[in-house]
Structures are given as structure tokens and as C-alpha cells.
């Protein structure tokens, strides 16, 4: 019999976010039967930091024995320094391995976001999450341009609770709240714009990442002088990148196409999906009910105004995000359009359209990427 | 922005499709679950939608024990009997397949089974379970508690005349499958009422004060989906696109009230419910709009937003900002108007015009107070975003009892 799903979708973590939420996951842990995790965390003035803050946070927990599992550094840059990160990689997973086996530690946590690699692979090399469940700490917004998306391949390998703490985010700076939240908004709008119909819970989160996104970067673009972040911006940052993941978690490969794509291109996918935006917006393809009018009102406009001005939605969202790439542009000459990557990484947007059947995607960005002429257009 | 501090769990994978339900070997599988007790009551039994479930499971989970007997109002007598049968039949899993009793009597028995224990009481209130249930599969069949995705039971204690309350992320189950085969049989008064829970459960997690950004995401799909189809159902009880959609629609206000807590229109219900027995749903329904009348200074700005989904862009776009939270007010009266019309008056507009089934009045008037009162007890009047004392609470059951605005 032919199946028939109209969706699926799962997001199996908890989410504890704000002010003393540290203090939450001994309770939590104690809830799935657990008081004996490994802390991983990076060995570094921030990673040790980090411990310090997490030790006081729960100091009050009685029956919380913690074992703590410093991670070397990890090195980037010649061919040679990476060999030797694998290898206190790999010696430090044997260490970890053995700590859960001898020492009998119940569950991992994974404290800051440079442990959450490690800790993915003591998951994968160890035990199950049922076995062995893990609570992830970041204290860095989840970052796409490496494997650090904790959602990416296998849905095995959630967390048991995802904890968001401004004393443990309280490092980020500006430009990286700023780039992730542009990537967790890029995501958000083309999960609306080509997968909203595959889900009301993917639609749901899409809209809310969206919002989320608008809200820091309407702060942070528009407001130059804003020099340093807000406590609650930078937990917020972190946060969005979680629903960023959720996202990815529950649609089709587009994002990750993207994303896999750029490493060809020597500008990283952010500005460049981010770049593809406007004339999207712009094109008369995104439908104006579902998506343009909500949209307009996020981006602070009311629609009622838009409308009598005789301004049409598409060219006001089209332009509020040629706006937003103005002062991106202004604040971080770096991420100043290349047309020439902008225009290979349509051809290969369209490309996958093709390849994949997604007939509306295809034409979009044809008219995008086409003059009436046959000329190409940017 | 974010709240200060918030917290957001949903751990039930949703499945939901027209003949999702042959996905149930699949999902038992993923679960290591062999040998499921199916928990069910009388009335989803004779609707045929325990022969679609037995016939979706196939050859690979023939003779499964099966337990039609769940009480309308799930006690712990129906938890313990259950429990019993797991134990003897040697069961692994449970299917819930029923509404929102039977989804508790599920949630019941699994604490039940876990524990091996016999007492349910002891693991009363919030927290208390520690360890990993059970895997339960649920497949409502009914579009409106969304208890298949909320981590509470509640449990009638009849000896000690009191429900208990039991609470914890473990009480998630781990699959909810809402096939809209499940629902097209509910008839259109009980299509109506279950909708307006649902909408209730959406509209009050946007404004109560333990709201979180997901949980308003949710809600304000949730909204959009009931609006577009819950009258369309009722009209229709056979479009099967329109189901799905009010199933999905309880579906999505569940994970979000579930995480967010309710109002005072909960607070109410409750207590209209616990003193005269007046179905949930009904009692969502007519106290709705004055729940929002009552708040309404403290909540215009978020209840404005929700004229988007609940009336559309050009209604949302035709009215003047300063009108648009009454405006929501306005719609919902309309909305239960239409469904009275639509159920040829079975669906009451009031609570002085509720009737028995001997066709007495549901609630006199003078047991009003007493309402009142109970609803003072109820937990989630501390959601609410104004206060509310026992005379605010009275005015606002009268003028739902005439059936007259409060502004």
C-alpha cells in the first residue's frame, strides 16, 4: 500500500532558557534517574570560566557528583596542527569512554560550545543517548560552518535538555550575534518560502525563528552605536540558533544544499543566502498573504499603512531587507555582495530545483536570475 | 523580546496524515515495543475506529489485549484494572486510542506499570516520576484537549471526591498520530465544542503570563488552522482536509499551552465543569470572549496581533489598529453564533441556556457563588494576566450566564 504522510516532525529536547537555568539541570538530570555526569569542557580561560560559573550555580544540589573532562584546545591552521588535534582528540575520547565505564558516570554535559563535537562523538562511540543522556550548555550561538549542528545527521543524537544561561553566553560578541542571527533568519525565510506547506509545526517555528531573528538584528543594524550586546541579546542569539536547528532537523535539504555548496565559494553561506533574499522577496513569487503581509508586520510596518502609501508588499519587504544588508554592509565591509558568487550560487540553486522537482523554487529563482532579454541579471 | 526565564518541552514525535495510521508497526518498532495493551473506551469501539487501528497493526500484532472499558471521567479504579491487564497479558507498550479520559487513563496505567506499583496516589502532583515510562503511543480521537502532546493527568479519585493531578515531562508520550480517519466521525456539536477547547487552549497560551516565543508560534498557527476549518467540519463532518486541519490545530495548542500554562477562562471552566458537570469544551466556548473583556486592558497589544490568524489579512488589514483587540472579541461571539446555528442550537452561546439531558437548567443561577468560589482554587488563575477575586469571578460567571458583555 502506498503510505501517505502529510508530515512528521520531532524535537525531543528540553529548553530551559534565562537566568539561573544552570541551576535547573541537576533537577533535570535527577528527573531521568541521573546525578553522576562528566562535564566536558574546553580547557581555556573561557571553558574554565565556564566551570566555575556552573560549580556555583549548583552548589546547592546535594546529591549532584560531577566528574570534569578538560578538552585540549583544539589548533587550526597548518596540516600538521590538525593531525595533532585529532590525536588529543582521539586520546581524550578514550579518556572520556573510560570515565563513563570505570568511574560510572551516568550522563554527559556538554558545557560551552566547543565540547558539543566531542561530546557528539562520546555519544556515538560510547552509548546511546537512553544509555548515556546529555544536556548541552552553549555558550556560543550553534554554528553551521562546521559539524557543530547538534541536529545534523542522526535525530539519535539529541539532548536530553538544551540549557541557555546569560552567565554562560555572556561572551559573544556583537559581529557573532549579528552573522548567526542572519543565518537563523535566512533559514527561517526559506523554510516559509519553500516548505511551509509541509507542516504547521515547521511553519509555526519558521515564523518564530523569523521573529526572533528581526528582533536582535532590527536592534543591532539599524543602532551602530550599540557597541556591546545585551545580557538577554546574546542568550536570545543562542536560543534562535537552537530553533535554527530545529528547523533544519525538520525539512528537506535545502538549507543543508546550500550550506554544502558554499565551501566551493570562497564567501560563506550567510551573506550569500542572505544576499538571495531581497530579490526573492522582491520577485512577486512569495505569496502575499501567507508570507509578505505577516512579514511587513514583523519588520514593524503596518500592513494597513503599507498599503495606502500604494506600496506594493513585495517591494516593501524586498526593500526593508535591501536596508538590512545596507547597514550589514556598512558595519562589516566583509560582507559586501560578490555578484560572481551570488550568481553561481543561483545557478546552482536552480540547478538543485531542477534536480529535485521543486517546480515553484526553480521558477523563482529563474525570474531572479533572468532578464526578460535572456540576459542574466543580479 | 524573549522572557527573562521560560522553559519549553515537546518530546512527542507528531505523525499526521490521512492514513498515517499504518505507520503504528513502524513506530512501535522504532520503540522495541512488541506487545502493546490498546486502551480504548466503548464508544470509539462501536464508531469502528478500533477495527481501523487492529487492521492498520496487521498480522505482526494479531491478538493484542484490548481494553474497552475506560470510564467517561478516567479514575483511578480504570487505571488499576488496566494495570492488572498489562501485568497478566505480559504487555510492553500501550496505544491510547480515545479522547482526552482515555489518554489519561493511558498515562495513568503507565505510571502504573513502570513503577510496579499499586497505589497511584503516590505519584501525585508535579514531578515525582523519575523514571522513563513505558513507550505509549496516542491516537486521539477527539480534536481538542491535546492531551496527546501535554505532559498532565488527571485523575478522579471518586472514594475522596478530588482529582489528582499528575504532572511530568515523562507523562509525554513518545508518538502522536493524528490520522483524520479518527475524527470524521465525531458528530458536529462535540466537533464544535472540542474546536472552541482547542482555540481556547490556543488564544489563552498567547496571553497568559507564562507565555514563551514557541509557545506563541504554536499558538498562532493553532488559531489560523481552527479558524479556517473549524466551522467548514462542522458544516461538513466528512472533509477530510478540514479534520486533519482541527486536528493539528488541537495538536499544535497543546504543545503550546502545555508550555505556557492558561487563563482565566480555564479557571472558570474548571470550576463550571467540577460543580455541574458541564462538558470542558462547552464551558471553553461561552467563557471565551469575556475571559478577553476581562483582560482586555492588560492584553490589547497581543490580543490585536491575534486578528491575523483568527480573521485573515483582509479583515486584519480593513480594521483600524485601536479596533483590532476588540475586534477578536467580536469575532469569537460570531464564531460560537455560527456554530449554534450550524448544530441546530446544540452548541449554547451561554451558561443559562445549557441544558440537562432531561432538559433542566445545567447551571441555576443561584450556584453561581459556589462556582466562584472553586475557581479561586484552581492553579492557573495565576496565569491570568489580571487579577481575580471572588467578585471579579462572579460578575464575569453572571454576565456569561445572560449572555451579555461585560464592556
Known sequence: MKREIIYSFCFSPKIICGLKALAGIPGELAGAGRKKPLIIYEDSPLGRENVRILSREIQDSESFRGLLLPLRQRTSGSREKLEEAEILHSKALESALSILKEEKADSLISLGSSALDFTKDCIRKGATPEEVPWVLVPDSPLRDDFSSCFLRGKGNLFPLVIVIDPLITKSIGKRELLISSLQNLTKGLFSLIFYRHLSPLLESHAWGTVKTALEILERYLSAPQVSDTRKKDKTTAVYLSVLGDLLEANSPPLTSFLEESMPSLSLSFTPLAFHLLPPLLSSGEVPEAEILLPLSILLGRDAWDIKRDGTGLSEFCGKAFNLFLEDLVQQYPEYTPDYTQLYTAGENLINYAESSGLTALEEALELLFQTPGGGRKI | ?407
Not at chain 2, 488496566?82 to 495513568?108: F, P, Q, W
Not at chain 2, 472540542?194 to 507565555?211: N, P, Q, S
Not at chain 2, 484552581?378 to 445572560?402: H, I, M, T
Request: glycine share 8%.
Open chain 2, 1 to 407: 523580546m524573549i522572557p527573562d526565564y521560560f522553559e519549553f518541552v515537546s518530546k512527542v514525535a507528531v505523525k499526521s496524515g490521512h492514513k498515517v495510521l499504518e505507520e503504528i508497526p513502524e513506530v512501535l518498532s522504532s520503540l522495541k515495543a512488541r506487545k502493546p495493551l490498546i486502551i480504548t473506551d466503548s464508544g470509539v469501539a462501536g464508531a469502528g475506529l478500533l477495527d481501523l487501528l487492529l487492521n492498520a497493526l496487521g498480522r505482526d500484532y494479531y491478538s493484542l489485549p484490548v481494553q474497552r472499558e475506560t470510564p467517561p471521567d478516567s479514575d483511578l479504579a480504570a487505571v488499576s484494572k488496566n494495570a492488572e491487564i498489562y501485568n497478566r497479558e505480559g504487555c510492553d507498550s500501550i496505544i491510547a486510542l480515545g479522547g482526552g479520559s482515555v489518554m489519561d487513563t493511558a498515562k495513568g496505567t503507565n505510571i502504573l506499570v513502570t513503577e510496579k506499583a499499586e497505589d497511584l496516589r503516590l505519584f501525585n502532583g508535579a514531578g515525582r516520576l523519575t523514571k522513563k515510562l513505558r513507550p505509549l503511543i496516542a491516537l486521539p480521537t477527539t480534536a481538542g484537549t491535546g492531551s496527546e502532546v501535554t505532559l498532565v493527568a488527571v485523575i478522579a479519585d471518586h472514594r475522596n471526591k478530588r482529582k489528582l493531578l499528575f504532572t511530568s515531562p515523562n507523562l509525554l508520550p513518545d508518538a502522536a498520530i493524528l490520522d483524520s480517519r479518527m475524527t470524521l466521525s465525531l458528530p458536529p456539536v462535540l466537533t464544535a465544542s472540542t474546536g472552541m477547547d482547542a482555540l481556547t487552549h490556543a488564544v489563552e497560551a498567547y496571553l497568559c503570563l507564562g507565555k514563551n516565543p514557541l509557545s506563541d508560534s504554536l499558538a498562532f498557527s493553532a488559531i489560523k488552522l481552527i479558524s479556517g476549518n473549524l466551522l467548514g467540519v462542522v458544516k461538513n463532518p466528512q472533509d477530510k482536509a478540514g479534520r486533519l486541519a482541527v486536528a493539528q490545530a488541537a495538536n499544535l495548542a497543546g504543545m503550546a499551552f502545555s508550555n505556557s500554562m492558561v487563563g482565566m477562562v480555564h479557571t472558570l471552566g474548571h470550576s463550571v465543569g467540577g460543580v455541574c458537570g458541564v462538558p470542558h469544551g462547552t464551558c471553553m466556548a461561552i467563557l471565551l470572549p469575556y475571559g478577553l473583556e476581562y483582560n482586555l486592558h492588560k492584553i490589547e497589544s497581543p490580543l490585536a496581533d491575534l486578528l491575523l490568524p483568527l480573521a485573515g489579512e483582509e479583515e486584519y488589514l480593513k480594521t483600524p489598529r485601536e479596533n483590532r483587540a476588540r475586534k477578536v472579541i467580536t469575532l469569537i461571539r460570531e464564531m460560537n453564533e455560527r456554530l449554534f446555528r450550524e448544530t441546530g442550537g446544540r452548541h449554547y452561546r451561554n451558561l443559562g441556556e445549557i441544558k440537562t439531558r432531561e432538559g433542566g437548567i445545567s447551571i441555576p443561577r443561584e450556584i453561581l457563588p459556589e462556582i466562584a468560589r472553586t475557581a479561586l482554587g484552581d492553579g492557573s488563575v495565576f496565569y491570568n494576566p489580571e487579577e481575580l477575586d471572588f467578585a471579579d469571578a462572579l460578575r464575569v460567571l453572571e454576565a456569561a450566564w445572560e449572555g451579555k458583555p461585560l464592556l
